[in-house]
Every structure is written in C-alpha cells, then in structure tokens.
C-alpha cells in the first residue's frame, strides 16, 4: 500500500515535470513543426507582410532553428504574445522557443524557470523625443511624462536611471506597444522610451519620422535573445549552437549562396558535432544557412541600413570586425 502510494506520487511528478521529460526536439519533431514565441508585431524584427507571412530577425531565428530540427526553414507556426504574457507562454508549453526581443537578466533566467541560450542583439535602452524639443540628452527630461510598455526591463531601468540623476519623470505606461506610440504621437508624453532598436522600429512607423529623433544616450544594457525553458538542456543545446554557427559561419564567410557549392561541405563539418549529440540531420547547419542565411545576411536583411530600420551592425559586428560578437568555436 505504501509503496503504491509512492508509485503514485512519482507518477504524478513525472506529469507535472513532462513537458521537460518528452524533449522538446521530440515534440517538435512528432509535430512537424516549430511553435515559436514572436512580438505582435515589431518592425524589423517580426511583422507579418501584406500577406501575412512572418519576417524579420527573430522570426529568422525561429526559421533557423525550423531548419536545423526539421530540415525546413518554413515549419513554423507563430504565436504573438505581448510583453506581459511572453514568459507564461513558455512556462505553459504553449511555445517551444520564444525569440521576442526579451532581455537577458539574472532575476529572469534564475527566477522564471527559463534559459537563456545566447545573446543574438546586444541592445540598449535609449529614449526618442520629438525633434523640436531640441533636446540632446536626458538629463534635460525633467518633470517630463514618458511613454513606455509595461511588463519590459524598461519602466524600472528608467525609473532607476532618473532618480539617480536627481529627477522626477511621470510614466505613462500601456500593455501594447501600438498603444503606446500612439499616445507618444498624440503628444500625450514627452518622450517615448525603449530599447533602441525597437525605437528604431516605432519611429519608423509614425506619420512623420523625421521630426522624431533618437537621443543617442544609452542607460541600460538589453542583451536580446531566445528563451527556452531550463527543464531541457538538449533543447537549450541545440538553441545554443544554432545561434553560434550562424555567427560563425558568417565569420568563416559561409554564406546562404556558398551552400549551392563547395561551402555545403565545410558547413557539414561544422555541424558534425551536433549530428550524433543532438540527433541532427548530417546536413543540418546546410540547411539553416540555404534556407535562412548567416547571422550578417539575417541582419542587413531585416535591420540594416537598406531597411526602414537603418541600424548598423555597431557592437553586433563579429569581434574580428570590431564588435563583440564572439561565438565559441564549433569543431
Ligand atoms: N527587451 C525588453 C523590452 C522588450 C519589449 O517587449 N519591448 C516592447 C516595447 S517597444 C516591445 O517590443 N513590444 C513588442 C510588441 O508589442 O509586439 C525586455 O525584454 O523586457
């Protein structure tokens, strides 16, 4: 009887920790498809086009990962979540891999049961005002109503950031990031304040950008990335290293072009390694880099200065080319 009692509370355990038992690669697998996490839509980095279809850098990264757990860059479904309800949406099993501009913290990755796996966009928290102002820092924001996304790093780092300086700002503060910007349009708030590459996006899309300027301070950092759950470390590996080998497939010059010849082969050695551990297909990394491009090829095609985002690759230039993307080698 006692022992039966025990077999039952193991059973039970067992249910309540089986999203990490099954392996999400299985689930994946036994699916045929990739459920990842994406914002509601934030240019440059996952909107959907007049068709309706995804793109943008972390809907690239959800491609990516399609492509080297199923061979298909194109098996992804995508669920739009807010800021609020990212995390949940992990913690529920509702998405496999969520790559939603979310910033790596220690009160994060330690108290949320999440992972994660490796920064792909060093960020920083900056501020946008209109150009009229004439401001150029601020510090000139005092007693200023500022518009921010409520469920981010951002109120509390800006929050911090001013009463350190001695100041008093009001916040305005809204679920939805739309909701936001349009009362920063309405001249509702002074300022509007976010990472900047998100306010790169936001002041691509008012009526009128060019009477809106981004201060150039940053007072935050906002290393951006994936996030698993930490219940399954095989998943967070292969999250991991397919955000490395597609920085250094870029630093070894295999581009998506290369894989139509001789470079097929150099990128197959490099994700040898992964075959056997992770259960990958030989050709796996040929795959993410045919269907998705390396990690330059992703950034100058959803942020670079020929899109509406107009970013430069700045720190997120590989380290060779001064910048501080650094991925550990794959042989
Ligand atoms: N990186 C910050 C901010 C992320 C965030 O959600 N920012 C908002 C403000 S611009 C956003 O991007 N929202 C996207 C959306 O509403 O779809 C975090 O992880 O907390």
Known sequence: MHRRLLATAMLAVLASTSVGL?????DVRARDKLICGVSEGLGGFSEQDGAGAWQGFDVDFCRAVAAAALGDAEKVEYLPLSAEARFAAL?????????????????????????FPGTSYFDGQGFMIPAIFGAI???????????????????????????????????????????????????KCD?????????????AALPTPD?????????????????????????????????????????QGLDAAAMAGAGADEAKAMGAPAVKALGLADDWLV???????????????????ETPMQLSRGVNALWTQGGILYAPPMP
């Open 22 to 26: 099954a392996g999400t690669l299985d």
């Open 91 to 115: 913690g529920d099993g509702k998405i496999d891999l969520l790559s939603r501009n979310s910033t790596w913290t220690m009160s994060r990755d330690l108290g949320l049961g999440l992972d």
């Open 137 to 187: 820092s601020p510090l000139e924001l005092d007693g200023a109503s500022i518009c921010v996304v409520s469920g981010t790093t951002t109120e509390a780092n800006a929050a911090a950031y001013f009463e350190k300086a001695g100041m008093t700002v009001s916040f305005l503060s809204f679920k939805a990031r739309d909701e936001a910007r349009a009362a920063y349009a309405e001249a």
């Open 191 to 203: 300022a509007y304040t976010a990472d900047r590459s998100a306010l790169a996006a936001e002041r």
């Open 211 to 251: 009477e809106h300027v981004i201060l150039k301070d940053v007072i935050s950092k906002e290393p951006l990335g994936p996030v698993v759950r930490d219940s399954d470390p095989q998943w967070t590996t292969l999250i991991r290293w397919t955000l490395f080998a597609l920085i250094d497939a870029e630093e």
């Open 287 to 305: 795959k993410v880099l045919a269907d998705v491009g390396n990690y330059g090829e992703i950034f100058e095609r959803n942020l670079g200065e």
